[in-house]
């Protein structure tokens, strides 16, 4: 069953000129207007159907640090700042927690990998915590597993990807 979408009332009409023009009402398209317009920029905001309704509306809704490329961290770690000020500053409610990332394993390999990173997350200070197998068992109780360990990032967090664009 599809998450429901709140209905965004939109003109139909296209105006007549506009300083910048943003391709596609996802979160990264309307976010990309909202900031180009605080700016003050006259946007045009295009979409080819319902704003958020593509797969703005079916992702997970991450808004992650955790074991990211290093080229992507910095981008990764000023959108969670956005998300948190978005909400300071409009009101609106994205439904954007930081409530944690926790990520859960069997693989050796993959939990190696997990520390590696957790490693180098901690020299550009992201907290990423490596957890045990009783630690990862008990934060990943609902599972009804036993797990080897996992990692948790606890100033990740998650929007509400049918509110959020």
């Not at 700016?39 to 593509?54: D, M, N, S, T, W």
Request: glycine content about 12%; hydrophobic content about 40%.
């Amino acid at each position: 069953m599809p998450a429901p979408l709140t209905l965004v009332e939109t003109d139909a009409g296209l105006p007549r000129s506009a300083d910048a023009v943003v391709i596609g009402a996802g979160i990264v398209g309307v976010f990309t207007a909202y900031y180009l317009a605080r700016r003050g920029l006259k946007v045009a905001l295009i979409e080819k159907g319902r704003i958020g309704a593509e797969q703005s509306s079916r992702n997970w809704g991450w808004c992650r640090q955790q074991n990211r490329d290093a080229r992507e961290l910095p981008m990764a770690t000023k959108s969670l700042d956005l998300w948190e000020r978005f909400a300071a500053e409009t009101g609106e409610d994205t439904g954007f927690r930081r409530c944690g990332l926790l990520y859960l394993s069997d693989n050796e390999e993959e939990l190696a990998g997990w520390a590696r990173w957790r490693d180098f997350a901690g020299t550009v200070g992201v907290t990423t915590h490596m957890l045990d197998s009783a630690e990862a068992t008990e934060r990943g109780k609902a599972t009804g597993r036993t797990w080897k360990g996992g990692v948790f990032s606890p100033t990740d967090g998650t929007a509400d990807p049918a509110n959020a664009a």
